[in-house]
Nanobody, 128 residues
Framework: QVQLVESGGGLVQAGDSLRLSCAAS????????MGWFRQAPGKEREYVAS????????FYSDSVKGRFAISRDNLKNTVDLQMNRLNPEDAAVYYC?????????????????????WGQGTQVTVSS
């Protein structure tokens, strides 16, 4: 069973940058679509970004487009989220997720229900 472990969260000031990383166990990482989601207190889990199996295609929510960048390294089994120009609205627990059956419902990059393996989350706090 694949396991995902996030790291890199912390407390930053508005305007700062932060890089999150997600390390995956297992030998089939390159076969998974990977995504990042976040959840703020009292709010529903929100889609942030996702990346195709090869890394050639990336997708973002409107709220982070132009500020965040998702990338992956299929040799190291990692997926990163570079977050720039952070603002207090970005504060949340950030989750890494894997869609291990990307051909089941292709194109639903944004749908949390398509991701079947989740990390434990890493906290990002942004002070104003």
């Amino acid at each position: 069973q694949v396991q995902l472990v996030e790291s890199g969260g912390g407390l930053v000031q508005a305007g700062d940058s932060l890089r999150l990383s997600c390390a995956a166990s297992g030998r089939t990482f390159s076969g998974y679509v990977m995504g990042w989601f976040r959840q703020a207190p009292g709010k529903e889990r929100e889609y942030v970004a996702s990346i195709s199996r090869s890394g050639g295609s990336t997708f973002y929510s409107d709220s982070v487009k132009g500020r965040f960048a998702i990338s992956r390294d299929n040799l190291k089994n990692t997926v990163d989220l570079q977050m720039n120009r952070l603002n207090p609205e970005d504060a949340a627990v950030y989750y890494c997720a894997a869609d291990t059956q990307p051909f089941k419902n292709p194109g639903r990059w944004y749908d949390a229900d398509e991701y079947d393996i989740w990390g434990q989350g890493t906290q990002v706090t942004v002070s104003s």
